[in-house]
């Protein structure tokens, strides 16, 4: 069974960082590209970063371009994002998902709360 | 950016009766050599989203055949044929064509 379990979710003050961690597992991690995507609190979906499943090709939207950055693992099977300079508008859930262009499995997600 | 404009922002059906979300692109959503990345979600009251179809009109395994897809170039559209209890949720398309990638407002449907 595919699975995506992200962690690392929390508060944190305005100007801060914070690290994400999404774990896979049930499938072949190093053959799919990865994304996350995120949802602000009754809002819509907005796509945020992905990666290419090899990590050597790497896309961002506009909004947090220059203050994430996506990586992965292929030894471990784990996708990061590093999120810093963070600022009000950034608090959503923020949802793993397997592939890029048609994604298809999302975890449960996790909170990031940025606020003073 | 691709917008993606979705209509109705709300959608009140009867059970067992069809209903329909149209989802409407600023450019076309054709991808050379690879087809049109056109894809629609449904996110169930406290959960993820789930996928239903990809490009345009490929069912996901597990999705019944109530729910179908059509479409092309900026123009799309969902159709259940028959609404159950369970497909109470919000609906979002999504273009996987272009980056950035966007996603639809999205279309809430509930039962009258």
């Known amino acids: 069974e595919v699975q995506v379990l992200e962690s690392g979710g929390g508060l944190v003050q305005p100007g801060g960082s914070l690290r994400l961690s999404c774990a896979a597992s049930?499938?072949?991690?190093?053959?799919?590209?990865m994304s996350w995507v995120r949802q602000a609190p009754g809002k819509g979906l907005e796509w945020v970063s992905g990666i290419r499943a090899s990590g050597f090709e790497t896309f961002y939207a506009d909004s947090v371009k220059g203050r994430f950055t996506i990586t992965r693992d292929n030894s471990k099977n784990t996708l990061d994002l590093q999120m810093n300079s963070l600022r009000g508008e950034d608090t959503a859930v923020y949802y793993c998902v397997r592939g890029l262009r048609a994604p298809d499995y999302w975890g449960q997600g996790t909170l990031v709360t940025v606020s003073s | 950016d691709v917008v993606m404009t979705q209509s109705p922002l709300s959608l009140p059906v009867t059970l067992g009766q069809p209903a329909s979300i149209s989802c409407r692109s600023s450019?076309?959503?054709?991808?050379?050599?690879?087809?049109?990345?056109l894809n629609w979600f449904l996110q169930r009251p406290g959960q993820s989203p789930r996928r239903l179809i990809y490009m345009v009109s490929n069912r996901d395994s597990g999705v019944p055949d109530r729910f179908s897809g059509s479409g092309s170039g900026t123009d799309f559209t969902l159709t259940i044929s028959r609404v159950e209890a369970e497909d109470v949720g919000i609906y979002f398309c999504m273009q996987g064509t272009h980056w950035p990638l966007t996603f639809g407002g999205g279309t809430k449907v509930e039962i009258k």
């Open positions: 450019q076309s959503l054709v991808y050379s050599g690879e087809g049109t990345y």
């Open positions: 049930g499938y072949t991690f190093d053959r799919f590209d």
